[in-house]
């Protein structure tokens, strides 16, 4: 992969004219995260501190983003709820992210209730499915896959399927033998839906030096890797509506 710095003027070209979902865990956050450090003018990666969770948020975020919602339950992570989101009136985009713990729930049915707001969708979810929820053999998870790929398909919206990234398989062997087994699966889901899919766990191989100590999560070099191969799919999906100066993409409201 070229190593060539990402600028925040190019990153703000791509993302004009466009109102973009991510939804998922916190490697999803840490996507969305990295994407808005660029797109407000900071030529740098994140540090360390900002990829990491917050449990004390306000309401505004790192780069001044709007936290929309933010609820951490202390008993149970898996009912968590965060939404931020990322305006520019300037240069015409938005981007949003939510937090999910499971592939379909309450939260992934209300969300899709409301995707219209949103003309290209990134999820990711699959680490949390296969450990909170008693999932050994990930059966459950394939058939919530289908209830949600069914759901989005229907929505007429550019869906692009993030696979997982590689885990550490030395600290996590029966997560990485599932993922291993499963992944395969979900994206010939995916595929015959006619998504597009953004396979991690392929294209960070050769970067498994720049996950964080954990095992699960990534340094900010490895962030910068996958915005990167995020802007690169972002920039391939043609720009069909441009809205005007008084459509109301930036003020998409979604409530759980």
């Not at 797109?39 to 505004?60: S, V």
């Not at 499971?102 to 290209?120: G, P």
């Not at 993030?162 to 595929?191: E, F, G, H």
Request: aromatic share 10%.
């Amino acid at each position: 992969m070229e190593n060539i710095p990402l600028k925040t003027v190019d990153v703000r070209e791509i993302l004009k004219d466009r109102v973009v979902l991510f939804v998922g865990d916190s490697i999803v956050r840490g996507i969305f995260k990295d994407l808005a450090c660029l797109l407000t003018g900071n030529d740098r990666l994140l540090y360390d501190q900002e990829l990491k969770f917050n449990r004390h948020e306000n309401k505004q975020g790192l780069f001044g983003e709007v936290i929309d919602l933010f609820t951490v339950d202390r008993k149970n992570s898996i009912f968590n709820q965060e939404k931020r989101v990322l305006r520019s009136t300037e240069d015409h985009y938005s981007i949003t992210f939510v937090f999910c713990s499971r592939v379909w729930n309450k939260t992934m049915s209300q969300l899709i209730a409301n995707i219209d707001a949103y003309d290209i969708v990134f999820m990711c979810s699959q680490i949390w499915d296969l450990t909170r929820y008693r999932d050994e053999y990930g059966e459950i998870y394939l058939k919530n896959i289908d209830l949600l790929f069914d759901k989005l398909k229907l929505s007429g919206k550019h869906v692009i399927w993030i696979v997982t990234p590689p885990v550490d398989n030395r600290q996590y062997t029966k997560l990485d033998q599932l993922m291993s087994n499963i992944n395969s699966l979900v994206i010939s889901k995916a595929v015959d839906r006619d998504f597009s899919v953004l396979n991690l766990n392929k294209d960070l191989q050769n970067y498994l030096h720049l996950r964080s100590n954990d095992g699960l999560h990534w340094s900010p070099e490895g962030h910068r890797i996958i915005t990167r191969l995020l802007i690169n799919c972002i920039g391939k999906i043609p720009k069909n509506n441009i809205p005007n100066e008084n459509d109301s993409m930036h003020y998409v409201s979604f409530f759980y």
